[in-house]
């Protein structure tokens, strides 16, 4: 995709973070752009600021669990602005599961896998056929992480494993479309800066805009979800270290011109350590398949962000 000016970009869970990040980035290069995310009044809030800022936005309140509401989206968003070219599955939750995997509430799973996964495959269902009808250059990008996307930190089993099926997903898609030699192109997304630091966004409270449904006891209030930044922080501190953030922006560069350059992995993963949920532990996970070998490039020494073995709870 080469042409942007005037384009149209629907990012789900865009409200803030990463997602909002994306918005900005499109509408630098004169595209039109999508608000799409559960929170209606960040919705509200954040599509009046774009606005100001002179971006031709709209904002449609969305919950991607549910194929409807993605439906509804699809028709707002050709009620707004005739056409939709680039498509950012990226809503994701952290489901705030504690203690082992066997102890996990199945409510977390499932809350995850409908978020995390289907949340994807219902933008696909009901974006995708009217992109490809257009027969114009499109995009759809879909948000892992290098949890999951590439190894799993095995202390967020639930994270990484949605993290790990939505990669998957995104490579069968980029597959068929390039059988059907379609003007639609898939990529894989992977939250990274060229600027050393961490992300601040939505995903250090864990259970934030949890449904009902998928309601467990002792779960975190769904207004708040749990704060994990500021252990964190705490964890830091005591070590006499400094957490540093690295801009969100980078991660809308790092989008914008893998759609623009057709690159698939979009990731700044280019360490030749091979910690947990980097490309080059992907690549020893690979060879270990080869061997036969035992996993132990999971295993790692407790660290500043989890103040634990190989990962964060999710």
């Given amino acids: 995709m080469k042409q942007f000016s005037g384009k149209v970009a629907v990012v789900t869970g865009s409200a803030g973070g990463i997602g909002r990040a994306l918005v900005e980035r499109f509408t630098d290069e004169g595209m039109r752009a999508v608000v799409a995310d559960i929170d209606a009044k960040q919705v509200t809030e954040t599509t009046a600021e774009l606005?100001?800022?002179?971006?031709d936005v709209v904002g449609v309140v969305t919950d991607v669990t549910e194929l409807s509401s993605l439906e509804s989206l699809r028709d707002a968003t050709l009620a707004a602005f005739g056409a939709v070219d680039v498509l950012c599955n990226n809503a994701g939750v952290g489901s705030a599961s504690e203690g082992q995997m066997w102890e996990h509430h199945v409510n977390d799973w499932?809350?995850?896998l409908d978020v995390n996964v289907m949340g994807a495959v219902n933008g696909i269902n009901a974006f995708l056929p009217?992109?490809?009808a257009q027969d114009t250059e499109g995009a759809v990008v879909n948000t892992t992480s290098g949890n999951g996307g590439f190894t799993p930190m095995i202390h967020s089993a639930v994270y990484a494993t949605t993290k790990a099926a939505l990669t998957c997903l995104t490579e069968c898609l980029w597959g068929q479309l390039r059988e059907l030699d379609a003007k639609v192109?898939?990529?894989?997304l992977y939250p990274s800066t060229r600027t050393p630091g961490m992300l601040k966004t939505g995903i250090w409270q864990p259970g934030r805009n949890r449904h009902a449904r998928y309601d467990r006891p002792g779960a975190p209030p769904a207004d708040t979800g749990r704060d994990q930044l500021t252990p964190m922080e705490q964890r830091a501190a005591a070590a006499g270290q400094e957490l540093t953030w690295a801009p969100l922006s980078e991660v809308a560069d790092l989008c914008f011109e893998g759609i623009r350059d057709d690159v698939f992995w979009m990731s700044n993963s280019t360490?030749?350590?091979p910690t947990p949920g980097s490309a080059a532990a992907s690549v020893v996970r690979a060879q270990s398949q080869v061997d036969r070998s035992d996993p132990t490039y999971l295993i790692q020494a407790a660290n500043v962000?989890?103040?634990?073995?190989?990962?964060?709870?999710?």
């Fill in 51 to 55: 606005r100001d800022q002179g971006r």
């Fill in 110 to 112: 499932r809350w995850s």
């Fill in 130 to 132: 009217t992109m490809l």
């Fill in 185 to 188: 192109t898939a990529h894989l």
């Fill in 271 to 273: 360490g030749r350590e």
């Fill in 305 to 314: 962000m989890t103040g634990r073995k190989a990962g964060a709870q999710d």
